[in-house]
T-cell receptor, first 113, second 114 residues
């Protein structure tokens, strides 16, 4: 049974057209993460939530926003996607006290044309 | 700042051969180290981790890794490769000891031939 579910799995959008990616979890974990993974590169942390506390990475572009309306759901909003935002976006969850044990979804592959 | 270097983006072995995937890290604090595996069309899955204690850690599917502080290494090994081990493997270091952020390497793709 999938525990971290990402939708859509594949998304194609036009340059500058806003896009939203969603992540839901059935694990009741209090930490949720968004990673960006470009081709042949390491997954890069964009931001994470510790419960409702939002933690943005210093080098995450302002174009990227996130919402977490409740424990189960987290959204990644890209306000004006550029060609360089073409990537796999990975959602993950973890529990406090379980150091580094992240549970990942299958990812959302975004293509910006 | 913490960082991870995985040596070799692609490793090929024969079924039954030893698997060795290399990972070196840089950390300003005592490191917490991890290996994750990603099978095709699936999410990343924790394979094993080192936080404190025994430096040789065992994970799922017969994999193990040894933390060597003097070499700043955390190489992943498996004595005998199986076809089902074909996947991408990521080494990661925790940015802090709370473990709330992992820094990943670029990954190594393991191919296993019969």
């Amino acid at each position: 049974d999938a525990m971290v579910i990402q939708n859509p799995r594949y998304q194609v959008t036009q340059f500058g057209k806003p896009v939203t990616l969603s992540c839901s979890q059935t694990l009741n974990h209090n930490v949720m993460y968004w990673y960006q993974q470009k081709s042949s590169q390491a997954p890069k942390l964009l931001f994470h939530y510790y419960d409702k506390d939002f933690n943005n990475e210093a080098d995450t572009p302002d174009n990227f926003q996130s919402r977490r309306p409740n424990t189960s759901f987290c959204f990644l909003d890209i306000r004006s996607p550029g060609l360089g935002d073409t990537a796999m976006y990975l959602c993950a969850t973890s529990r406090v006290g379980y150091t580094g044990e992240l549970f990942f979804g299958e990812g959302s592959r975004l293509t910006v044309l | 700042a913490q960082s991870v270097t995985q040596l070799g983006s692609h490793v090929s072995v024969s079924e039954g051969a030893l698997v060795l995937l290399r990972c070196n890290y840089s950390s300003s604090v005592p490191p917490y180290l991890f290996w994750y595996v990603q099978y095709p069309n699936q999410g990343l899955q924790l394979l094993l981790k080192y936080t404190t204690g025994a430096t040789l850690v065992k994970g799922i599917n017969g994999f193990e890794a040894e933390f060597k502080k003097s070499e700043t290494s955390f190489h992943l090994t498996k004595p005998s490769a199986h076809m089902s081990d074909a996947a991408e493997y990521f080494c990661a270091v925790s940015r802090d000891q709370a473990g709330t952020a992992l820094i990943f390497g670029k990954g190594t793709t393991l191919s296993v031939s019969s």
